[in-house]
């Protein structure tokens, strides 16, 4: 798995497949790393790959990835290392996937640099909807484990950096006003689940001008389905070359 440094952080990410970019965000809350896409029942890696050029990474302190912890963290400093590595590999345009907080992650860079992503698809996007005490136990399960591994963060920068990522509202990583202009084409396939509620997908799909939602696609008789809408969108919505 190479890596490359983006600032004091370390980023692992894999490149397989050849063809048109998809950034490929992956499951698992603070701990979204490539490998976690192996257990979700649809996995762009393998579904992708035969058209596709796949780019997922281990997110900062996830995985293979490392990081300072600090204060100041927040969802634009993954922002700032998912399109990091999209300079890094030479690459101007590309669709997004994400599953979890790969929605949050989606938000954020749409929010960021629109003109950079033709389209994207939100697979159970996590949100909040009355949930949020159960973000701040992940959160903290997750520091649990990372805390002896950075002697430079305080516990101020522990609690600073929880409530920079878990204590805002919606889909964290941006606002409702901002999900509105993003013009994008969009899939949101539902969530419905504590961490990926109903009620942030539908209300991500009516707000987002462009945004399609897709209530069934994660049950075994549905991802055939799945698949083909997928596969479909992100063909439709690859440009063609000059």
């Known amino acids: 798995m190479p ?5 004091p952080a370390r980023l692992h990410y894999d490149v397989e497949g050849d063809g048109y970019p998809v950034l490929v965000l992956a499951p698992g809350g603070m701990q979204s ?14 579904a992708l790959v035969d ?11 996830a995985g293979r990835s490392t990081a300072p912890v ?4 927040d969802w634009s400093s993954y922002a700032g290392d998912q399109l990091a590595l999209l300079d890094h590999l030479g690459i101007e345009q590309c669709h997004l996937l994400g599953m979890c907080i790969g929605g949050p992650f989606i938000a954020g860079l749409l929010a960021t640099a629109p003109e950079r992503f033709p ?3 939100l697979l159970q996007p996590a949100g909040m909807a009355d949930n949020g005490d159960a973000y701040f136990e992940m959160f903290w399960q997750w520091a649990a484990g990372h805390q002896p591994n950075h002697p430079e963060a305080t516990p ?28 994008a084409p969009m899939l949101v396939m ?4 504590l961490y990926h509620p109903q009620a942030v997908s539908r209300e991500f799909a009516a707000l987002a001008p462009n945004a399609t939602l ?10 055939p389905a799945t698949h083909s809408t997928i596969t479909e969108f992100l063909a439709a919505h690859t440009p063609t070359a000059p």
């Open 190 to 193: 539902m969530g419905d689940d």
């Open 33 to 46: 790393a490539n490998e976690l896409w192996n257990r979700a029942p649809w996995n762009p890696r393998t």
């Open 3 to 7: 890596a490359f440094d983006h600032g």
């Open 70 to 73: 600090t204060a100041a963290d």
């Open 51 to 61: 058209s596709y050029s796949v780019i997922g990474m281990d997110q900062r302190n």
């Open 214 to 223: 897709v209530e069934r696609w994660k049950d075994a008789a549905s991802l």
């Open 156 to 183: 101020t920068d522990w609690t600073a950096f929880c409530a920079n990522m878990w204590g805002g509202d919606f889909v964290f990583a941006a606002t409702r006003e901002q999900v509105a202009a993003s013009t």
């Open 119 to 121: 389209s994207a698809v």
